[in-house]
């Protein structure tokens, strides 16, 4: 394996992360759009259009490679530059650090982590099966995976909605921490937009990630 | 006061060093927390004991040698503030103090509480400064500079290159003190000439040191002695872009 990769500077590093990461952020709400169809009342008509045009159309699979090379990307970058943090402080101290920092900013490789958990589940769940790498019994009459009863097979599951509603509150810090990060290490710091853009990333923490656990609760609770 | 001491001792940079629990009596309130360290000492010699070797010089806050981690937080419980400058008033009468040295993989303790900075020297050594030919003194008002920048760059430069940032920071990041050293230049026509080499060479020098990488905790800003503010790492950010891909 070539590591010259690792060899790039830590600035460099971190800006590829921050272009990633709002890359996936842009990515989210789009995600977003297309679950919240889930919600129509029409036997699952505009999400499942909605995800035959996403795995049918040419531009959107030439989005689909760059977007989960943005993603393995982004995951590869947090990991080598977290290993390199451990590396620098060898001895640890003994009494923890007591500086005031920002809520969770301190816990991002964790938060990160447990995303990437359960992206696993969630790629196992849907994306794996429409790359036919797992089998599935749900198909429509085009022949085509029923996405939309496998969601709501899934959101009947008391067990996987709590899951799918906790790990959105996790992303939830994590993009609260990341959208400010993310300026900050592109060299966006400005007081007239300093105010903004924090306003702007806790907006995008709470909006975003409720909109996707609507869903489960929808399921659950209403329907 | 009445006081414990727990004190990292180390004989020297290869030894494995062990915390040592000293109690200390009727030290004054006002006294700095180096005064209340020298009373220690000569306490200590008195017992023909080794003295508790730190780090100190001017005593001041301006020459940047003071480096004790005091109950986690780099130069101790008040803000702004070097070690010299911290007195025992923001203590309270039997309180345990635990200081260690900075931790960093780049600052190796030297013995006791002393640790070896000279990786921020190598960094400056890169480019923390500007080419001059000798001569004649020019006008001073020949290049002008505007006021806000003029302030900005003050600012960075009060960096006093104590290694706080490196210390509060989880990683060990030292992006507060080299952007610094690079914003003073950046804001100023003098700067120019070499800036997008100094950049480089400094980023390059301080990764090849083994300093972390910034996660934007901003730890170093909120330890800072002197309120180096975080914009400078952004400034450091964009100086970095331009000379790479302009």
Not at chain 1, 86 to 103: D, G, H, Q
Request: aromatic share 12%.
């Amino acid at each position: 394996m070539n590591l010259s990769f690792i060899r790039f500077s830590s600035i460099t590093k971190k800006i590829w992360m921050a272009f990633l990461g709002l890359f996936l952020m842009i990515f989210l709400v789009v995600h977003l759009g297309i679950n919240l169809c889930l919600l129509r009342d029409d036997g699952g008509a505009w999400f499942t259009a909605a995800a035959h045009f996403m795995g049918t159309n040419y531009i959107i699979k030439v989005f689909e490679i760059v977007l989960f090379a943005g993603f393995i990307l982004h995951v590869f970058l947090g990991i080598v530059l977290q290993v390199q943090n451990w590396l620098a402080r060898p001895v640890r101290y003994m009494v923890t650090n007591k500086t005031t920092t920002p809520f969770l900013s301190k816990y991002m490789i964790y938060t990160g982590g447990i995303v990437l958990v359960f992206l696993v589940i969630h790629f196992i769940n849907f994306y794996f099966i429409k790359m036919g790498l797992v089998s599935n019994p749900n198909m429509t009459p085009e022949g085509e995976p029923d996405f939309y009863t496998i969601a709501i097979q899934l959101f009947s599951m008391p067990a996987y909605s709590l899951l799918y509603i906790v790990l959105f509150i996790v992303l939830g810090f994590h993009l609260n921490q990341a959208f400010q990060a993310a300026w900050q290490t592109l060299g966006v710091n400005h007081l007239q937009y300093n105010a903004f853009i924090r306003r702007f990333g806790i907006f995008y923490a709470i909006v975003v990630p409720l909109g996707f656990i609507i869903i489960p609760i929808y399921f659950l609770l209403i329907r | 006061m009445k006081l414990t001491l727990k004190i990292w001792r180390q004989k020297d940079a290869k030894s494995t060093g062990k915390f040592v629990t000293y109690p200390l009596d009727n030290i004054s309130p006002n006294c700095s927390f180096l005064e209340m360290l020298d009373i220690l000492n000569e306490q200590l010699i008195r017992k023909n004991e080794e003295p508790v070797v730190f780090d100190h010089d001017c005593r001041e806050g301006i020459c940047g040698m003071c480096s004790l981690y005091i109950n986690g937080r780099p130069h101790g419980p008040d803000d702004a503030v070097t070690v010299c400058q911290l007195h025992m008033r923001k203590f309270s009468d039997g309180d345990t103090i635990v200081v260690e040295p900075w931790r960093a993989k780049p600052f190796p303790v030297v013995r006791d509480l002393m640790v070896d900075r000279s990786a921020f020297d190598r960094i400056i050594q890169e480019g923390g400064y500007i080419s001059v030919n000798t001569g004649g003194a020019a006008e001073a008002n020949n290049i002008l500079v505007g006021k806000e920048n003029a302030e900005l760059a003050m600012d960075a430069a009060a960096c006093i290159g104590c290694g706080a940032c490196v210390a509060a920071c989880k990683n060990a990041s030292a992006m507060l003190f080299v952007s610094a050293k690079i914003s003073q230049f950046a804001l100023l026509p003098q700067g120019q000439v070499e800036a997008k080499q100094r950049v480089k060479k400094m980023v390059r020098m301080m990764d090849e040191l083994g300093f972390g990488n910034c996660t934007n905790t901003y730890a170093c800003e909120a330890e800072c002695p002197k309120l180096i503010s975080r914009s400078n790492i952004a400034r450091m950010n964009r100086e970095f872009m331009c000379a790479k891909v302009i």
